[in-house]
């Protein structure tokens, strides 16, 4: 456990890090005594004082939502970020790659809330009656840790490596699709690089939903009718890089596409 000291000056050296695009070591190895709790407070006080700032929550994000992710961290459970209105672009303008520091994009169902969600005793069922509609997304993540060196407390802390969300046209409300069985394909230049299944984020991204309404409600955070929620990825992370365009298809509810610069 870090004291509220050092949890502020982990605060400042990620804050410092994204603003000047210039990564850190791991916060692991700086404070070697910092714990998953450290790591989401220290997160909480960045977003603070972007909120402070002006910005405001767009969404929030579930990472490690992946068997495969969870072991490779050693964790039982996924982990989550905000989204801030400063992460969010529009299909059709290409983003420039220099404002990150490791850029890379996932392929997920976005949720998007019509009511606020019940806090603990989140069920699925209480996220598919608030959802809005779903609708196909790309979320752009990053890190601001040095060569992606991290581990389970560095990533929470860097608010779950979040960067940016894209959203396709596709509208489709959840009592329309089996959600669970929906797949996607990552198309790089018209060639397929990635392909994945929902299913492949805790059997159900509607699950990942559900968790995170029940974990975020322990720190005081709710998720609110609006906002956009992203359960975790249906395809390995892909490097972004300057001239990439990509383009992910979805079964049932159309595509997104996303270029960069």
């Known amino acids: ?63 490690l939502s992946s068997e495969v992710m969870q072991k490779m961290m050693g964790v039982d459970e996924p982990d989550y970020g905000h989204l801030l209105s400063s992460m969010v672009y529009a299909e059709g303008t290409p983003i420039d790659t220099a404002q990150f520091c490791y850029p890379r994009i996932e392929v997920e169902i976005g949720y998007v809330l019509g009511e606020t969600l019940p806090g603990e005793g989140c069920t699925e069922a209480d996220v598919l009656a608030a959802t809005e509609y779903i609708v196909p997304s790309i ?54 690089i990635a392909r994945g299944e929902a299913s492949a984020v805790l059997g159900n991204p509607t699950k990942a939903v559900a968790w995170l309404a029940r974990k975020v409600a322990s720190f005081g955070v709710r998720l609110e009718a609006g906002h956009v929620i992203l359960p975790g990825s249906c395809t390995r992370a892909i490097d972004a890089r300057p001239g990439d365009v990509f383009r992910a298809d979805f079964s049932d509810i159309g595509s997104v596409s996303v270029e960069f610069k």
């Open 139 to 192: 979320e752009l993540i990053d890190s601001r840790i040095t060569d992606w060196k991290i581990g389970l407390a560095d990533t929470i802390a860097d608010n779950a490596s979040s960067a940016g969300v894209i959203l396709g046209a596709g509208r489709v409300e959840p009592a329309q699709v089996d959600i669970g069985a929906i797949s996607a394909v990552l198309f790089q230049s018209e060639k397929e």
């Open 1 to 63: 456990m870090l004291s509220d000291a050092q949890r502020l000056s982990a605060a400042h050296l990620l804050r410092n890090a994204e603003r000047d695009r210039a990564p850190v070591d791991p916060l692991t190895t700086v404070f070697p005594g910092i714990d998953v709790v450290d790591a989401y407070e220290i997160a909480l006080l960045n977003i603070r004082e972007r909120l402070a700032a002006g910005e405001t929550v767009y969404g929030h994000k579930v990472g």
